[in-house]
């Protein structure tokens, strides 16, 4: 099996809950060092994955490697070198950051006390925590908490870092704290960012994948996949009740309010005429197409163009 040399290698992961939910069907992704982003909405499968490459659960075919390891087969050699943000995850709130910290070094095998002081000290001023390092964890807004996951995620310099939705929940000024954190993370491991946020994904990663009902849709470069649509995509400021006739005619992406009307997207080869605008394409355009389904049509085109059918 060929594996991504020291990234992490899915070939054919498929995993059926209990309850007879397809959580994920045949999903193969290569995820090399560097800012990944799992894009899809809420349901698709993304938490079930991050579960399943962090040892949480295992998946009922398939194969995973992070490098040599067998994440599968190997999980307490995963363990050693992950970090994990899980979508939800408790504090003491009566402990102080430094405290909570400290406690999770010594979980994690720093027990020399000069080690763990210099270990905390350097990833609470990496989360810009340090000036609040004696507060008590249960007056922690969301932002901050979520800094602090990531402080507990990086003890032991972990090669893989899973972060499942950081940023929900999360206000504007906060989420680009957080993300301009993530941001530095990215150059020496592999950095999984699941999220729903297509902000989140345009901003940070340099490569992708977008997931929908338990299988993988799209996996590209941004950039790259952004580039495919160029020229494919058309705008048109219509009223609402008009959009299920759009709809019928054209291959519409997305419509979505904007000043009380409704701004319409569609993917289309040529001019579609009406009143139709060429629109440069953002990275939202690209998750909206893949999961019209239209996006294959782009990258089949642009292949016929190129060998000139």
């Keep these: 099996m060929e594996k991504h040399p020291n990234g992490l290698s899915i070939r054919n992961v498929s995993k059926r809950y209990a309850n007879g939910v397809q959580a994920l069907q045949n999903v193969t992704l290569n995820i090399p060092p560097g800012m990944y982003g799992l894009l899809g909405p809420n349901g698709a499968g993304k938490s079930t994955l991050m579960r399943t490459?962090?040892?949480?659960?295992?998946?009922?075919?398939?194969?995973?490697?992070?490098?040599?390891?067998?994440?599968?087969?190997?999980?307490?050699?995963?363990?050693?070198?992950?970090?994990?943000?899980?979508?939800?995850?408790?504090?003491?709130?009566?402990?102080?950051?430094?405290?909570?910290?400290?406690?999770?070094?010594?979980?994690?095998?720093?027990?020399?006390?000069?080690?763990?002081?210099?270990?905390t000290e350097a990833l609470l001023r990496q989360t810009n925590l340090w000036e609040k390092r004696k507060q008590k964890l249960g007056g922690f807004s969301g932002g901050m908490k979520q800094?602090?996951?990531?402080?507990?995620?990086?003890?032991?310099?972990?090669?893989?870092?899973?972060?499942?939705?950081?940023?929900?929940?999360?206000?504007?000024?906060?989420?680009?704290?957080?993300?301009?954190?993530?941001?530095?993370?990215g150059e020496?491991?592999?950095?999984?960012?699941?999220?729903?946020?297509?902000?989140?994904?345009?901003?940070?990663?340099?490569?992708?994948?977008i997931i929908n009902q338990g299988q993988i849709l799209l996996e590209a470069e941004p950039l790259e996949?952004?580039?495919?649509?160029?020229?494919?995509?058309?705008?048109?400021?219509?009223?609402?009740?008009?959009?299920?006739?759009?709809?019928?005619?054209?291959?519409?992406?997305?419509?979505?309010?904007?000043?009380?009307?409704?701004?319409?997207?569609v993917y289309s080869l040529e001019a579609p005429g009406n009143g139709f605008e060429l629109v440069e394409p953002d990275l939202e355009d690209v998750y909206f197409s893949a999961m019209a389904g239209c996006f294959g049509k782009a990258i089949e085109q642009q292949q016929a163009e190129a060998v000139g059918i």
């Design 53 to 119: 490459i962090a040892t949480l659960q295992v998946p009922d075919e398939g194969q995973i490697f992070l490098g040599d390891i067998d994440v599968v087969r190997q999980k307490e050699a995963v363990r050693e070198t992950l970090g994990y943000l899980p979508q939800e995850f408790g504090v003491y709130p009566k402990a102080s950051a430094e405290e909570l910290l400290d406690y999770f070094a010594v979980l994690k095998g720093i027990t020399n006390r000069a080690q763990r002081r210099e270990t």
């Design 147 to 185: 800094r602090f996951g990531v402080a507990v995620a990086l003890l032991g310099n972990p090669g893989l870092l899973i972060v499942d939705e950081p940023t929900a929940g999360l206000d504007p000024t906060e989420r680009v704290r957080f993300l301009n954190l993530l941001s530095e993370l």
């Design 188 to 209: 020496n491991s592999v950095v999984i960012l699941s999220t729903h946020i297509v902000e989140d994904v345009s901003e940070l990663c340099t490569n992708m994948a």
């Design 225 to 265: 996949a952004v580039a495919s649509l160029k020229g494919r995509i058309w705008r048109k400021l219509t009223d609402k009740h008009a959009l299920p006739a759009l709809e019928q005619q054209h291959q519409v992406v997305s419509a979505k309010l904007l000043s009380g009307r409704t701004m319409v997207h």
